[in-house]
């Protein structure tokens, strides 16, 4: 049994998009102290306004329907169910103001001084490996023997990310399927070769105490390590019929504009960052397939330093209300292309076997299980909700899609082609 009491400091290394929200939710689950851990101290005062600005917009209605307005889902929540989960943790109840809030975090350019009496880390810096390692064998250096150390990786192996970290029995994956963790309920724990059992223990039991907006953390734990974890592991996967389609449509003389009037839009990808999109592309470009290589647009973005919504421009520019769009109206060329072109079954069918993969690979033990983090982490039904019954129909429309573009890694596998995948209930 792991004792949460003793969890009373808790470091984050790197204050971007995903250090500056778990940061926020670690403040709000009531360590006594949250460190967060950057290059430099103006990146950690731009993380430390914008965390305060986030727990600030819950204090009142207003506020928070100002701040949480961007995004569909959030508008129709009321504000007593948004502060649902801050009432269990007991700030609100406890009428506990931001000011007090804020007097709980602290910051530090040096990791050695920042984690020395952590008594839990996560890691949210760039997604490099290089980068990850050397931060963990540092963290190696200077935790105390107790500490478990997280990464928040989107893609990677937590045995590669831990190969220089003198306690690798200590380093979990735990993954916010989020680029806002206190919006979305889905956190996903991942073993490295050398992980043990405790350490994995203490990483679903914090997990699950983060408070999140939406009501109840959902916390699930891979039963081993796989690229991309799940969630992302499909989205990425899907991915390479975006890229096909955009490739179709620049070949038909469409921009990138017209896509973007027409609702294909690529603002999701500005939100997470455009460099995470390079590196979680290139990840599987070298571990899966090389067929998962950055777009060109990616890479041109990428290239030009335009890394999305944090800097101010990616594929929109932005300013502090969202993105300034200007679209053209739709063609009708472009209607006419996407009525011929866009089938967005055959991201389904593609979700259907890279999740048949996974219970090929023993990633995962239950096909239900699949669809419920899929479920939690996107708000969309996952593959095996209508591939349960569609798959031999899915499977004939990916051997024909894969023949198409010449994706062969989008060839079905055997546990979709024979629907073997119905005994993973
Ligand atoms: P980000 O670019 O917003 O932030 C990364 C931060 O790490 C920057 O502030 C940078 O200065 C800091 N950093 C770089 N090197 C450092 C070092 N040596 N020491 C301390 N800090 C350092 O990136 P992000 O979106 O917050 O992503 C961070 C991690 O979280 C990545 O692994 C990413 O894959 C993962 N993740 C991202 C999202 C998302 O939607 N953006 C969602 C889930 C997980």
């Not at 101290?41 to 819950?58: D, G, H, M, N, Y």
């Not at 107790?146 to 928040?152: E, G, K, L």
């Not at 979700?351 to 982490?377: F, H, P, T, W």
């Not at 129909?393 to 546990?415: H, N, Q």
Request: glycine share 6%.
């Amino acid at each position: 049994m792991v004792d949460l009491d003793k969890i009373k400091n808790f470091a984050v290394i790197g204050g971007g998009i995903m250090g500056s929200g778990i940061a926020q939710v670690a403040l709000l689950t009531g360590y006594e102290k949250v460190m967060v851990i950057d290059l430099s101290t103006e990146i950690l005062e731009k993380s430390k306004t914008l965390i305060q600005q986030r727990i600030e917009a819950l204090e009142s209605e207003e506020r928070c329907n100002e701040f949480f307005s961007y995004h569909e889902i959030f508008k129709n929540l009321d504000f007593k169910k948004k502060l649902e989960s801050y009432e269990s943790v007991g700030i609100v109840a406890n009428k506990v103001d931001t000011r007090t809030i804020m007097n709980r975090l602290c910051t530090e350019t040096k990791i050695s001084k920042g984690v020395r009496d952590a008594d839990f880390v996560i890691e949210a810096v760039s997604e490099k490996l290089k980068l990850k390692q050397k931060i963990f064998e540092q963290l190696g250096e200077s935790c105390t023997a107790q500490t478990v150390m997280a990464s928040n990786t989107s893609t990677m192996s937590i045995t590669k990310i831990a190969k220089d970290c003198k306690r690798p029995e200590k380093v979990i994956g735990m993954h916010f399927h989020t680029f806002f963790p206190i919006t979305g309920v889905l956190i996903e724990i991942t073993p490295g070769e050398k992980t043990s059992e405790e350490s994995l223990e203490l990483g679903r039991e914090i997990a699950q105490r983060f408070p999140s907006i939406l009501g109840d953390r959902f916390t699930v734990q891979l039963e081993k390590e796989s690229p991309g974890l799940i969630a992302n592991r499909l989205a990425i996967t899907g991915s390479l019929y975006f890229n096909w389609l955009m490739n179709q449509a620049i070949d038909n003389g469409i921009s990138r504009e017209q896509l973007a009037a027409a609702n294909i839009s690529s603002e999701t990808a500005d939100l997470i960052g455009i460099d995470t999109i390079y590196y979680c592309a290139k990840y599987f470009e070298e571990t899966v397939s090389p067929e998962f290589a950055p777009s060109k647009r990616i890479t041109e973005l990428f290239k030009a330093g335009k890394f999305g919504r944090k800097v101010g421009e990616g594929f929109y520019k932005w300013n502090e209300d969202g993105p300034i769009k200007n679209l053209p109206p739709v063609e009708k060329k472009t209607t006419d292309f996407l009525a011929d072109v866009l089938d967005l079954e055959i991201i389904s069918a593609i979700q259907l076997n890279e999740a048949c993969r996974m219970l090929e690979e023993g990633v995962i033990k239950s096909y239900e299980l699949i669809d419920e983090v899929i479920l939690k982490g996107t708000f969309m039904p996952g593959p095996f909700t209508l591939g349960k019954t569609k798959f031999k129909e899915w499977v004939e429309k990916l051997d024909e899609f894969a023949r198409k573009s010449g994706i062969t890694y989008l060839i079905p596998c055997d546990m979709m082609r024979s629907g073997r995948f119905l005994e993973f209930k």
